[in-house]
């Protein structure tokens, strides 16, 4: 049976990736087959500059490090030196005259990197290689041609290869770390240069002050001169004081107070009376608790007096209670230290019970890719010879039941460093940016301006047995707030007497009174983005409808230092009595 012929597309970018293979002595990556597509591209002519080399390259990868440009610039000079003429052979079926590249490659300056460069020089740029290599091999959404393989094994430079890949892990180890360690600067470049080509881009509506600056304007100098990412870059205000603080005059700083003010209803973290009542037959010593587990949902309904809630929220809460219970048991009553593993298992069957009520709300576990930050990765995705990037990885994810719209991102982890630990400063800024993603898609589907004022999308941060509850909501002017709404705990340990029994009844009603909050907004979403006999019309990246939102920063992938704007110094404990 014949294998079905290569197009000639197909056979010339096969023939390009076989041609950088031989360049670079290894299996090349997008970046460095790219690199010899730009030696196609100049025909017959015979001036080479770094400056087209590197401006053809981040034409395609905009965010290409300087020291990966100069490594790939530097590389392909002494290639063409001339002292590779058995090779040079190969570069004929390209229509490329390899004597005329070294030729001009002899007239070409060779690029010296800038010292806070040096580094990570040909050794970062390998372990770059790397870590694409082992994220193909882990799991590609494209297959390997099976024909290409086999003939880059008889390729020249096959022994480099080899020895090349046989590399220990120890040698490998200590790559990555200097990598990590060296690029910083590199990092915040790339940071810098792609928020302020959003800013250029950005052709929406702008907060006008009253003294006539932007805010914007404002916040242009405090940002670039940030050395580690912020919320405000993707345009994200976290604090209000501190963007009170970049203003001067007095009407500015008024007005952005009473825009940004969080007037907190307190009422959607109560519960109504029936339903309060009947989780309050449970506040009893755990040993009581387990005898009232026993008479099930039905018999507790039986002990209730006045109103009795629905079926539905009845079972839910003695599944809840009896879930509460096996989790202490099975630990003498106390919850354990210094295993994440633990809390992001345990929690987990809580909130499969809370949040898995399929005519609404669904919960997916674990740790799952967030689907609308990989809506936002791709908008530019063209090529199907660039691998289609996965979105943030979340500890949990919440979506409307029906509808393609996620709603709730988690983040666990396994201590309480409190809000200016290292761990919650990142995994703040993680689900910042995720939550704006969840906002995003959402309002790229609905078909009225109505949802502007009223979409809320939210997030948890669970920290060993402490919940923070977070929301994100549109102000003006492309900006969005991120408000942390307070925080509740688990009793630590889990008395004999029943003493603190109503403390644990106090996370379970927050928890119902966080479902419900999140069940009525994914009814209003699917009254947004219902739409009867009409196609859904999405923006394309570059058109003016996306350019009318502000975009979220990507860079850096593996920030060196990620740190809101400024870290509330104290997280509000959530009091259902205050509420009351």
């Known amino acids: 049976m014949s294998k079905h012929p290569r197009s000639d597309s197909e056979e010339r970018a096969f023939l390009t990736r076989t041609l950088a293979c031989i360049v670079f002595e290894t299996k090349a990556s997008v970046k460095e087959t790219d690199a010899v597509s730009y030696l196609q591209q100049l025909g017959t002519s015979s001036e080479l500059s770094y400056e087209a080399f590197s401006s053809f390259i981040r034409t395609r990868h905009p965010l290409t490090p300087t020291h990966n440009l100069t490594f790939m610039w530097n590389r392909l000079k002494s290639f063409f030196d001339g002292s590779r003429i058995e090779e040079y052979d190969m570069f004929a079926l390209a229509s490329m005259d390899a004597l005329q590249l070294v030729t001009a490659f002899k007239d070409a300056p060779c690029v010296t990197e800038k010292e806070e460069e040096k580094k990570v020089s040909v050794t970062a740029a390998e372990n770059e290689r790397r870590e694409e290599k082992e994220k193909k091999e882990g799991g590609s959404d494209t297959k390997e041609d099976p024909e290409s393989t086999s003939s880059l094994s008889s390729l020249p430079g096959a022994v480099a290869r080899s ?78 004081e501190t963007v009170v603080a970049l203003a001067d005059d007095p009407k500015d700083k008024e007005q952005l107070r009473h825009v940004l003010a969080s007037v907190e209803d307190q009422d959607k973290w109560t519960l109504p009376g029936d339903e309060q009542s009947f989780v309050d037959l449970y506040a009893e010593a755990p040993d009581k608790v387990e005898l009232l587990i026993s008479k099930g949902y039905a018999g507790m309904m039986d002990l209730a007096q006045g109103g009795v809630p629905s079926n539905s929220f009845c079972r839910l809460v003695h599944l809840l209670i009896d879930s509460l219970h096996m989790m202490y048991a099975r630990n003498s009553y106390q919850l354990p230290k210094n295993s994440e593993g633990w809390y992001r298992e345990n929690p987990r069957a809580i909130l499969n019970h809370i949040f898995n009520d399929p005519p609404v709300i669904k919960y997916e576990p674990g740790e799952v890719h967030c689907q609308a930050s990989a809506h936002r990765k791709n908008k530019n995705h063209r090529s199907t010879q660039i691998r289609q990037q996965c979105g943030r990885k979340a500890d949990g994810i919440m979506k409307c039941a029906d509808l393609p719209y996620e709603l709730v991102v988690i983040e666990v982890a396994k201590l309480e460093n409190g809000p200016n630990g290292t761990k919650a400063l990142t995994d703040t800024v ?8 969840l906002f995003d898609d959402v309002r790229e589907n609905c078909q009225s301006d109505d949802f502007q004022d009223h979409l809320v999308t939210y997030g948890i941060r669970i920290s060993a047995g402490t919940a923070t509850f977070y929301s994100l909501r549109f102000r003006r002017g492309g900006f969005f707030q991120l408000s942390c709404d307070g925080s509740t705990s688990f009793p630590e340990v889990w008395r004999a007497d029943g003493s603190n029994t109503r403390a644990l009844l106090t996370v379970v009603v927050l928890l119902l009174a966080f479902q419900h909050q999140v069940k009525d907004m994914a009814r209003k979403i699917d009254g947004w983005t219902t739409s009867t006999n009409k196609l859904v019309h999405k923006p394309t990246a570059g058109s003016l409808e996306d350019r009318n939102w502000p975009r979220t920063l990507k860079a850096p992938t593996s920030s060196p230092c990620l740190s809101p704007t400024a870290p509330t110094a104290q997280v509000p404990e959530l009091d259902i009595d205050a509420a009351v």
């Open 430 to 437: 993680k689900l910042a940016k995720m939550m704006k993603d």
């Open 163 to 240: 020895s090349r890949s046989s590399r220990s892990n120890s040698s490998k180890k200590t790559s990555t770390s200097m990598s990590n360690s060296s690029l910083k600067l590199e990092a915040v470049n790339n940071m810098r240069t792609e928020y302020l080509a959003n800013l250029a881009d950005f052709q929406g509506q702008q907060w006008l002050l009253p003294s006539g600056a932007t805010l914007n304007g404002l916040l242009r100098p405090y940002l670039v001169n940030l050395s580690g990412e912020s919320v405000l870059h993707s345009w994200i205000i976290d604090n209000v």
